[in-house]
């Protein structure tokens, strides 16, 4: 075996490259022994979890550059990070990212707020495609076939296209690989009823040219809230081609399929004293009709080419489609009144939503001038169409007792069929080029600029009475251009500082696949910027790390939904954010680490008038609704023993504005997390688990004034896991 080929060995055996150089000098040469006297080692098998600064920095860049290397506020939770967190789900798994907050009512997605903005003003995005929807697309899945999610914060239009000025999420799917044979199973129980099963496997071919990847996720549960109960499967497959030396072809197919049998919309609340609070007699209360539903059934198909011609430059092709269609039949509000709770907002609802795209991306090394420079050029065009039936009865629906146990039928509401009915279709075209490059410098500086032109076609077809404020059909065109321009200086091999500025366009007034008329006749983009100093810091054994972010985020001439004429806007002017997000991870011992997060963010609606009852009002200087100033995050893990290890979480969440008048004020929240962990083999492990151990009842969301989304209490898990390869 010649030296040169330890990295590839040690990557084989799953053992380090100094293990590697172990076995090398230990072993006689090929042929120095015969086969009599040839001796069987036991594999040798080193984990360690990675330096969260050595890893790729994924969505951040188009440049493969380490985040170390990469000039922004970047994390990434790869898969070893999700499985020793118990992270569940995609909502879970976004708990680790500095400053973000993340609820999901079933009218919603993963509805995040970060760095003061929140909704759509943060793209969600898979496998690097935005499907324009993630207010409600990135509804939390099972995180069983997520290889890592990337997070990324601040404007990012110029690497994903139109939207993000509060930052950009990645969930990047598992995909075959020709490196290695693997198969695992997790199989887990849990307080609710709450039980998963999940399978996957890795298998090649004898020459390692073709592989096969299945992963496969089953989950019920009945959740803490009466008869609220939720089945969900998720697939994701993908047969990997080596084609030629440096030509490979992977075809990536994910299905998803989900039930929620009269979801949980919220809680009604009461002011006092300034106040919202939930009364504990009506807690876990569902108010929702006996029949309620949310049902998603998304696919995806990915065609992936990538050619690595000699030279260091690659090429990737990538074709995707998207189909998905979503159903709701519910009643979503509730209101305490003297009589009990008042019901209003029947909404009978389907998405049908198919997107298709074709992108191309050049990455080439080389010289500019004599210094050493890295280019990353590409092309996209997407069709996005989406149609909706909504057939909505605002009013209040009736009264039912606090203590009802099943409040009635969705078809007992006035007005309430089982017909869908098409109110318009949004056909939204977009194309885009986009360039982004890294050249050295000297001197450890390094100089990042990205830039992104963008064609942005709406069409939208109204199917019902046409009028002056609803035409039959009307088309809106956008042609933003945005960037990033960073300076990085590496004062030593494991210090970096840098310095950025960039740019986005956002819709109006939500997305632009379910904008209306109203909504965007006035508007045009809405435009941000950002200015943000940072500093990245790593031990030389690298034992810690940290890293450090400022910010200030503008954003001009955004609007949002008038309250008093549905399907109108209203100006806000301004809206604006600064802040510091701190991220750390310590390992004093081997058997001992601890990590954590902290953040603090200034967010302000600097210009902004509301109507309310017909007169207009100034917010000025308030505060967004639900954004926490801090957010604190800590994980501790001690393995006292060979085999066990026990480990804590915090999670701290100040207190944050129930509307945009702020005259409502959402208490803030600790809750407290442990674990128990045991590896009874070389290949499984038994995980017990406690959440929310003090059975905190905290309000994680304020559905306006008058409902609260109740974060979960105490529960338990237990979770055995088996890896083989």
Same mark, same amino acid.
């Given at each position: 075996?010649?030296?040169?080929?330890?990295?590839?060995?040690?990557?084989?055996?799953?053992?380090?490259?100094?293990?590697?150089?172990?076995?090398?000098?230990?072993?006689?040469?090929?042929?120095?022994?015969?086969?009599?006297?040839?001796?069987?080692?036991?594999?040798?098998?080193? $984990?360690?979890?990675?330096?969260?600064?050595?890893?790729?920095?994924?969505?951040?860049?188009?440049?493969?550059?380490?985040?170390?290397?990469?000039?922004?506020?970047?994390?990434?939770?790869?898969?070893?990070?999700?499985?020793?967190?118990?992270?569940?789900?995609?909502?879970?798994?976004?708990?680790?990212?500095?400053?973000?907050?993340?609820?999901?009512?079933?009218?919603?997605? %993963?509805?995040?707020?970060?760095?003061?903005?929140?909704?759509?003003?943060?793209?969600?995005?898979?496998?690097?495609?935005?499907?324009?929807?993630?207010?409600?697309?990135?509804?939390?899945?099972?995180?069983?076939?997520? +290889?890592?999610?990337?997070?990324?914060?601040?404007?990012?239009?110029?690497?994903?296209?139109?939207?993000?000025?509060?930052?950009?999420?990645?969930?990047?799917?598992?995909?075959?690989?020709?490196?290695?044979?693997?198969?695992?199973?997790?199989?887990?129980?849990?307080?609710?009823?709450?039980?998963?099963?999940?399978?996957?496997? %890795?298998?090649?071919?004898?020459?390692?040219?073709?592989? /096969?990847? /299945?992963?496969?996720?089953?989950?019920?549960?009945?959740?803490?809230?009466?008869?609220? =109960?939720?089945?969900?499967?998720?697939?994701?497959?993908?047969?990997?081609?080596?084609?030629?030396?440096?030509?490979?072809? $992977?075809?990536?197919?994910?299905? =998803?399929? +989900? +039930?929620?049998?009269?979801?949980?919309?919220?809680?009604?609340?009461?002011?006092?004293?300034?106040?919202?609070?939930?009364?504990?007699?009506?807690?876990?209360?569902?108010? %929702?009709?006996?029949?309620?539903?949310?049902?998603?059934?998304?696919?995806?198909?990915?065609?992936?080419?990538?050619?690595?011609?000699?030279?260091?430059?690659?090429?990737?092709?990538? &074709?995707?489609?998207?189909?998905?269609?979503?159903?709701?039949?519910?009643?979503?509000?509730?209101?305490?009144?003297?009589?009990?709770?008042?019901?209003?907002?029947?909404?009978?609802?389907?998405?049908?939503?198919?997107?298709?795209?074709?992108?191309?991306?050049?990455?080439?090394?080389?010289?500019?001038?004599?210094?050493?420079?890295?280019?990353?050029?590409?092309?996209?065009?997407?069709?996005?169409?989406?149609?909706?039936?909504?057939?909505?009865?605002?009013?209040?629906?009736? $009264?039912?007792?606090?203590?009802? *146990?099943?409040?009635?039928?969705?078809?007992?509401?006035?007005?309430?069929?089982?017909?869908?009915?098409?109110?318009?279709?949004?056909?939204?075209?977009?194309?885009?080029?986009?360039?982004? %490059?890294?050249?050295?410098?000297?001197?450890?500086?390094?100089?990042?600029?990205? &830039?992104?032109?963008?064609?942005?076609?709406?069409?939208? &077809?109204?199917?019902?009475?046409?009028?002056?404020?609803?035409?039959?059909?009307?088309?809106?065109?956008?042609?933003?251009?945005?960037?990033?321009?960073?300076?990085?200086?590496?004062?030593?091999?494991?210090?970096?500082?840098?310095?950025?500025?960039?740019?986005?366009?956002?819709?109006?007034?939500?997305?632009? #696949?379910?904008?209306?008329?109203? @909504? /965007?006749?006035?508007?045009?983009?809405?435009?941000?910027?950002?200015?943000?100093?940072?500093?990245?810091?790593?031990?030389?054994?690298?034992? #810690?790390?940290?890293?450090?972010?400022?910010?200030?985020?503008?954003?001009?001439?955004? @609007?949002?939904?008038?309250?008093?004429?549905?399907? =109108?806007?209203?100006?806000?002017?301004?809206?604006?954010?600064?802040?510091?997000? &701190?991220?750390?991870?310590?390992?004093?011992?081997?058997?001992?680490?601890?990590?954590?997060?902290?953040?603090?963010?200034?967010?302000?609606?600097?210009?902004?008038? +509301?109507?309310?009852?017909?007169?207009?009002?100034?917010?000025?200087?308030?505060?967004?609704?639900? $954004?926490?100033?801090?957010?604190?995050?800590?994980?501790?893990?001690?393995?006292?023993?060979?085999?066990?290890?026990?480990?804590?979480?915090?999670?701290?969440?100040?207190?944050?504005?129930?509307?945009?008048?702020?005259?409502?004020?959402?208490?803030?929240?600790?809750?407290?997390?442990?674990? *128990?962990?045991?590896?009874?083999?070389?290949?499984?492990?038994?995980?017990?688990?406690?959440?929310?151990?003090?059975?905190?009842?905290?309000?994680?969301?304020?559905?306006?004034?008058?409902?609260?989304?109740?974060?979960?209490?105490?529960?338990?898990?237990?979770?055995?896991?088996?890896?083989?390869?």
């Amino acid at each position: 075996m010649p030296i040169s080929d330890l990295p590839r060995v040690a990557a084989r055996r799953a053992v380090s490259v100094p293990a590697a150089l172990c076995l090398y000098l230990l072993l006689p040469p090929a042929g120095a022994a015969d086969a009599a006297d040839a001796t069987t080692l036991d594999a040798i098998r080193v $984990t360690a979890r990675a330096n969260p600064l050595q890893r790729g920095s994924g969505s951040a860049s188009r440049l493969d550059l380490p985040v170390i290397g990469t000039p922004a506020a970047v994390t990434t939770i790869d898969r070893d990070l999700l499985d020793a967190r118990g992270v569940r789900t995609t909502a879970e798994a976004l708990a680790s990212v500095p400053g973000l907050t993340v609820v999901s009512p079933p009218g919603h997605g %993963n509805t995040v707020t970060w760095r003061g903005f929140s909704g759509s003003q943060v793209s969600q995005l898979f496998n690097g495609i935005d499907v324009q929807y993630a207010t409600i697309a990135a509804r939390p899945v099972d995180a069983w076939q997520y +290889e890592r999610v990337e997070a990324i914060g601040g404007p990012s239009s110029f690497l994903h296209g139109v939207g993000a000025v509060g930052g950009a999420i990645n969930y990047v799917t598992r995909l075959a690989s020709l490196d290695h044979d693997a198969a695992r199973w997790q199989a887990s129980r849990g307080s609710h009823r709450d039980g998963t099963l999940a399978i996957g496997a %890795n298998l090649r071919d004898a020459a390692a040219r073709q592989a /096969l990847a /299945l992963d496969l996720s089953l989950r019920q549960n009945e959740g803490w809230v009466d008869a609220q =109960q939720r089945d969900a499967l998720a697939a994701a497959g993908s047969w990997r081609v080596q084609l030629r030396p440096g030509l490979e072809h $992977t075809l990536a197919l994910e299905y =998803q399929d +989900e +039930e929620v049998a009269r979801p949980y919309w919220g809680t009604p609340a009461v002011a006092i004293d300034g106040s919202m609070r939930v009364p504990a007699a009506l807690a876990g209360r569902n108010y %929702n009709v006996a029949d309620g539903r949310y049902a998603q059934d998304v696919r995806w198909a990915r065609s992936l080419l990538e050619w690595r011609p000699r030279g260091g430059s690659r090429l990737r092709h990538t &074709l995707y489609h998207y189909d998905a269609l979503r159903d709701y039949r519910n009643v979503e509000g509730y209101r305490l009144v003297e009589a009990g709770v008042q019901r209003s907002g029947a909404l009978l609802q389907r998405h049908d939503q198919q997107v298709w795209g074709d992108r191309v991306e050049w990455l080439h090394e080389g010289r500019i001038a004599g210094l050493p420079t890295r280019w990353s050029l590409g092309a996209e065009a997407s069709y996005n169409r989406q149609t909706r039936f909504p057939l909505s009865l605002p009013g209040v629906v009736d $009264t039912v007792p606090a203590d009802a *146990v099943a409040p009635g039928r969705f078809l007992d509401v006035p007005g309430a069929e089982l017909a869908y009915r098409p109110d318009r279709t949004n056909r939204l075209r977009s194309h885009s080029l986009y360039a982004e %490059n890294l050249t050295v410098l000297g001197a450890g500086f390094s100089l990042l600029t990205g &830039l992104r032109h963008e064609r942005v076609v709406l069409d939208v &077809l109204n199917h019902r009475v046409a009028s002056a404020s609803n035409p039959r059909r009307f088309e809106r065109s956008y042609r933003p251009t945005t960037g990033r321009i960073a300076l990085d200086w590496a004062v030593a091999a494991n210090a970096h500082l840098y310095a950025q500025a960039s740019t986005a366009a956002d819709p109006p007034s939500g997305v632009l #696949s379910t904008a209306s008329f109203g @909504a /965007l006749r006035d508007f045009d983009l809405s435009t941000g910027r950002q200015g943000e100093l940072g500093a990245k810091l790593q031990s030389a054994d690298g034992r #810690s790390h940290a890293t450090l972010a400022a910010y200030r985020i503008v954003r001009r001439n955004l @609007a949002i939904a008038d309250p008093d004429n549905p399907g =109108q806007t209203l100006p806000v002017g301004r809206q604006s954010s600064r802040g510091v997000e &701190l991220a750390f991870g310590w390992r004093p011992l081997d058997s001992l680490a601890l990590d954590g997060n902290l953040a603090w963010v200034d967010a302000r609606l600097d210009e902004f008038n +509301e109507s309310v009852g017909g007169t207009v009002v100034s917010r000025a200087g308030n505060r967004p609704a639900n $954004t926490p100033a801090r957010v604190c995050n800590l994980w501790l893990e001690w393995r006292p023993l060979q085999d066990w290890t026990l480990g804590a979480e915090l999670r701290a969440v100040s207190s944050r504005q129930a509307d945009t008048a702020n005259t409502l004020r959402v208490p803030g929240y600790a809750t407290l997390g442990a674990h *128990v962990a045991w590896q009874a083999g070389p290949r499984t492990a038994v995980v017990l688990r406690g959440r929310n151990l003090g059975d905190r009842r905290y309000t994680a969301h304020a559905v306006g004034e008058h409902m609260a989304w109740l974060g979960d209490p105490r529960s338990w898990e237990l979770v055995v896991r088996q890896a083989f390869d």
